[in-house]
């Protein structure tokens, strides 16, 4: 069994988040620029042995696609083809995921300067991401 990678899509950057081999916590990962990606995460998977990458969904509160998923897609589809072909994407519903992890930020005791860093809300979002798809399969 090997780690998952989940990924908080961003226009400019993604957050991504990663459990332990066992599959059991999900901690924060990085926050990398967009354009950087698929660099970064086929890198990462191959190194890491991750078999399973799960992308949050951007849904509205109808669950209909966000006019975010416009952008989404396309990149999912260049970092399917660019990472092995056994290691499966899915998506995951991710509506309401900055709001928690704003939530986690003050509820940790974070100043606000650092809430406002954007970078460490992605990670958060992707950790959250991905702990709520660990609680979905268990």
């Not at 599959?23 to 990962?29: G, Q, S, T, V």
């Not at 930020?105 to 809430?115: A, E, L, T, V, W």
Request: contains cysteine.
């Amino acid at each position: 069994m090997g780690r998952i990678l989940a990924i908080d899509f961003g226009r400019k950057r993604c957050g991504l988040a990663v459990t332990d081999p066992m599959r059991i916590i999900a901690n924060p990962l990085e926050t990398v620029e967009t354009a950087q990606l698929i660099t970064f995460v086929t890198a990462y998977a191959a190194r890491e042995g991750v078999d399973l990458v799960v992308v949050g969904e951007p849904t509205t509160m109808r669950g209909e696609p966000s006019e975010s998923t416009r952008w989404l897609r396309p990149a999912m589809d260049r970092l399917r083809k660019a990472l092995d072909p056994s290691i499966p994407i899915i998506s995951y519903d991710e509506r309401f995921t900055s709001v928690l992890a704003h939530r986690a930020m003050i509820d940790g005791g974070m100043k606000r300067m650092q809430r406002r860093d954007k970078s460490v809300v992605d990670r958060i979002s992707a950790a959250i991401i991905l702990n709520d798809y660990l609680q979905s399969i268990h």
